[in-house]
Structure formats: C-alpha cells, structure tokens
C-alpha cells in the first residue's frame, strides 16, 4: 500500500499541490500536516509512520517535507528501510526500491554522519578555547566556600547532616558532595 505525507507550513499555505501529486503517484492514503519543517509534533506524520507496515511505501512530494534536519530524515529512511518500508521522493526521484535510490540513501546518510562530526569537533574546539582562557566549565557550585566551612564546623560541632542540609537550603547529598572538596 502506499501512503502520502504532504506537510505545509502555515495556514495560510495549501497543501493542495503536494496532495493531487502524490495521489497520482498512487497513494492510497496522504496524512498532510500544518507545521514548520522544525517542529518536532507533527501529528499526522506520526500518525502516517505508525500506519506503515513491511511492504509499504512511504512517498513524499519533497525531502524536506518529511525531515526537519538531514539528521531527522536519515534517522526517519533509516527506521523505514529497518521495517521493510519503501520510500520515494517525487520531486528528487529517489526510490529506495532501486539501486540509484538505496545509493542515496547512503549518501544521505553519509552526509548526516559528517555533519555529526563537525558538530562534535566545533564543540570540542569551543570548549578547548574555553578553558584556555580560563572560563570555568559547568554548574557553579551550589554552597560558596564561606557555606562550606560554616556546614564544616557545624558537623563538626555534632550538628546532624539533614539539619545543616536544611539550614543551607540544600539536599543532604548536595551537602556531602560540596564537602568531598
């Protein structure tokens, strides 16, 4: 069976084209939603993706009418081709049925990994550059260095730990690790 998913995204904007295109492409059945490409609820994409079972096939008219990153849409081919689900792109001419469309896929999802990559390696750089400039990294310490010994010496003093924890305004374990220090 083949299902359609059309996506606009605002009201002011009709479906309309998406739709009488993936009818003639021969789906049985088109969810279509109202909602940016960045939105993570869309509910008739949902809907459409819990429809499919193994044989069926997936057509969009547009990539970027199903995923809302390269990363999303290769994680969203990737699901379908996991559950024997075919996918076609209209306007691209990808089909994941032939050789050229499964090479595209790999492609897509190469890319995605790259992209992966650079994410990680400018976040790396960033907190590299950070911490050479001195920037402390993380949470800043729950109690100061005067709460810490004043916590100190009342423990010290035979204060029970949940009575100092209360009168910092801290949970006991917030306690114990600012005195592991």
Same mark, same amino acid.
């Given at each position: 069976?083949?299902? $359609? ?16 295109a ?25 809907r459409?993706?819990?429809?499919? &079972?193994? $044989? ?25 081709? $996991?559950? @024997? ?17 499964? *090479?595209? @896929? ?9 992209? #992966?990559?650079?994410?990680?390696? #400018?976040? %790396? ?7 050479? &400039?001195?920037?402390?990294?993380? #949470? ?6 005067? %709460? ?8 010290? #003093? @035979? ?7 209360? *009168? ?8 114990y ?5």
């Amino acid at each position: 069976m083949k299902y $359609g998913y059309a996506r606009v995204s605002t009201d002011d904007q009709k479906a309309d084209l998406q739709i009488n295109a993936l009818k003639k492409a021969g789906c049985d059945h088109v969810f279509t939603d109202t909602a940016s490409g960045t939105v993570k609820k869309r509910p008739e994409l949902s809907r459409c993706l819990e429809s499919l &079972r193994a $044989g069926d096939v997936l057509v969009v008219w547009k990539l970027d009418r199903l995923g809302r990153s390269l990363s999303h849409l290769v994680a969203v081919l990737s699901d379908l081709q $996991g559950r @024997g689900v075919a996918f076609q792109s209209l306007t691209e001419a990808i089909d994941t049925e032939s050789a050229a469309g499964r *090479l595209m @896929g790999h492609i897509l999802g190469a890319l995605a990994e790259f992209e #992966r990559a650079l994410i990680v390696e #400018r976040t %790396q750089a960033g907190l590299k550059a950070a911490k050479k &400039r001195g920037t402390k990294l993380g #949470r800043k310490p729950s109690l100061s260095d005067e %709460q810490r010994k004043h916590a100190r010496e009342l423990l010290d #003093r @035979g204060e029970s730990p949940l009575a100092v924890a209360k *009168l910092l305004n801290v949970c006991r374990a917030t306690l114990y690790n600012s005195l592991k220090d």
